[in-house]
């Protein structure tokens, strides 16, 4: 049943989202760069983004060992075989490709939870870093769950992307 209603969701996001209006950008107080808008609020440049680090979350402080160290800890050294087992892991989890301003080497959204997403950014190694990795939260995902289980998804998550690249 849930796999039915990842499905509904994610059609639902990808109307909603898919084939804005050309002319979004005219149509708002803001000015368009690749898939953000930028405007002023309250005196500051400010940016819509769907993404954001776990210590950003409020009463997330007290977590953020539990939720950074193990996606950089038990993923890092994995960023060669995950790059190749992407495909898997992206179909798994109802995911897509990460957004364009994610960075890194490359990216992907995962959905391990229906209204949470988690956009993974790795960096292969080279002559002066060692690979690492680096796990953004859909910006609302405190609104369907408290810190603790938001560091407990990412955790989990990070598990079964070890798991996928076993098989």
């Excluded at 409020?58 to 050294?77: C, F, Q, R, W, Y």
């Excluded at 939870?113 to 950014?121: E, F, N, S």
């Excluded at 292969?124 to 998804?153: H, I, K």
């Excluded at 989990?156 to 992307?161: D, E, V």
């Amino acid at each position: 049943m849930s796999d039915n209603y990842d499905k509904i969701v994610q059609d639902n996001i990808r109307r909603l989202y898919g084939n804005l209006p050309i002319d979004l950008s005219e149509n708002l107080p803001g000015e368009e760069v690749g898939e953000q808008f930028h405007f002023d609020a309250f005196g500051e440049k400010c940016v819509l983004s769907p993404l954001k680090s776990f210590k950003e979350f409020p009463d997330s402080i007290s977590h953020v060992a539990a939720s950074a160290m193990p996606t950089n800890k038990l993923l890092g050294p994995h960023v060669t075989e995950i790059r190749k087992a992407k495909q898997s892991i992206v179909r798994t989890f109802n995911g897509e490709k990460g957004p364009s301003e994610a960075g890194g080497d490359f990216s992907f959204t995962l959905y391990p939870l229906p209204k949470i997403a988690l956009c993974y950014i790795f960096y292969e190694a080279d002559d002066d870093f060692s690979a690492s990795v680096r796990c953004l939260y859909s910006n609302n995902a405190n609104q369907f769950m408290p810190a603790s289980g938001l560091a407990d998804v990412g955790e989990y998550t990070s598990k079964q992307i070890l798991k996928l690249i076993d098989h």
